[in-house]
């Protein structure tokens, strides 16, 4: 009997103690008395309600427990409600926190809404406070001598509260001032100028008012480095002189095509007029024949004409050697002999 009552009671025992230990892991029971030690009035069953809207009770208390602590009310509502809307709760308290030391307003909404857009209210506070340097890479210009000039800028901005939820980002920074200077050598005479005088390059940015419609304000832009390029203008010019040759190149290879083309025309003109002219001689015999036949020419008139187209041929033979080239038929032809002997003592 009484070993059935031991078993009943060590039973009971277990079953208060798992009884227990639900209760006190569904019920932040130790949270609750830190908040109620650290002064922070929030009720046992709203700790409860955390838990049934899947809220970690932890992420909401802590943080109101450190801004109760550093003076500032808050709503833990409010709390609740950044959190369920995927927001660092803890980001924004210690962004409130800091902007409070450094005499910063900066309202909980508007902490939340910076957290709630994806910049971090936290860093934004802290670069407001301490501003921060952005170096630009190398910008590269040409100035009017066409030589170019290389420089690069350290920017210190600091962050403007007001204007991060939907202001640009230090991207928007670099390629305003890139921009700036690329103007401002741009504009220059000539490079001396620019690397005489490299504080134009930022005061000429600095007064273009380049973080407007940014999240930062342009404290100085600093030129860190000019240095000189590339003869560009040069480069050019000698780029456009080839390129005029190779297009007058182009123009006389195309008029001595043309030329080619019609040298071969007037040859085959040539031979056209002499396969003409042979068939013109190639008709005399037989108009002779014909003459001969009608009567027209006799016997006689025939002999005397061959008695002196023979005296001719002698007679260029004596005074000249035959021109091969000057035509062609019955009758040659004949050019003057040269006397060598005679040109070579001259």
């Given at each position: 009997m009484l070993e059935g009552g031991f078993i009943t009671l060590l039973i009971l025992v277990i079953l208060a103690v798992l009884a227990l230990a639900i209760v006190f892991s569904f019920i932040p029971l130790g949270l609750w008395i830190s908040a109620l030690a650290a002064g922070v009035k929030i009720g046992i069953f709203t700790l409860v309600g955390m838990r049934l809207r899947r809220v970690v009770p932890a992420q909401v208390v802590k943080p109101l427990i450190k801004a109760t602590k550093a003076g500032i009310d808050l709503n833990v509502n409010k709390l609740e409600g950044h959190n369920l809307a995927g927001g660092n709760v803890d980001r924004v308290v210690n962004a409130l926190i800091a902007a409070q030391r450094a005499e910063i307003p900066l309202s909980f909404e508007r902490a939340s809404a910076i957290d709630l857009a994806g910049r971090d209210v936290l860093q934004a506070v802290q670069m407001s406070v301490n501003p921060k340097v952005i170096e630009t890479p190398i910008v590269a210009a040409v100035a009017k001598d066409g030589i170019e000039v290389k420089a690069k800028a350290r920017v210190t901005v600091r962050a403007n509260i007001d204007r991060l939820v939907g202001g640009a980002g230090e991207d928007t920074i670099i390629a305003r001032v890139g921009e700036g200077i690329v103007t401002t050598i741009g504009s220059a005479k000539n490079h001396k100028e620019v690397l005489e005088n490299p504080d134009n390059m930022s005061h000429t940015v600095l007064n273009k008012g380049l973080d407007a419609g940014t999240a930062f304000e342009i404290l100085s832009i600093d030129i860190?480095?000019?240095?000189?390029?590339?003869?560009?203008?040069?480069?050019?010019?000698?780029?456009?002189?080839?390129?005029?040759?190779?297009?007058?190149?182009?123009?006389?290879?195309?008029?001595?095509?043309?030329?080619?083309?019609?040298?071969?025309?007037?040859?085959?003109?040539?031979?056209?007029?002499?396969?003409?002219?042979?068939?013109?001689?190639?008709?005399?015999?037989?108009?002779?024949?014909?003459?001969?036949?009608?009567?027209?020419?006799?016997?006689?008139?025939?002999?005397?004409?061959?008695?002196?187209?023979?005296?001719?041929?002698?007679?260029?033979?004596?005074?000249?050697?035959?021109?091969?080239?000057?035509?062609?038929?019955?009758?040659?032809?004949?050019?003057p002999k040269i006397d060598k002997d005679k040109d070579e003592d001259e």
């Open positions: 860190a480095d000019v240095d000189v390029g590339k003869n560009i203008g040069a480069a050019l010019q000698t780029d456009q002189a080839d390129a005029d040759k190779r297009i007058a190149q182009a123009k006389a290879e195309e008029r001595r095509a043309m030329a080619i083309a019609h040298e071969q025309e007037m040859r085959a003109s040539v031979q056209e007029k002499r396969a003409k002219v042979v068939e013109a001689e190639a008709e005399v015999p037989l108009a002779m024949a014909e003459a001969l036949k009608s009567g027209n020419l006799g016997v006689m008139d025939y002999h005397s004409l061959k008695n002196i187209q023979a005296d001719t041929e002698m007679r260029n033979y004596i005074s000249g050697t035959k021109d091969e080239d000057s035509g062609s038929g019955d009758t040659p032809h004949y050019r």
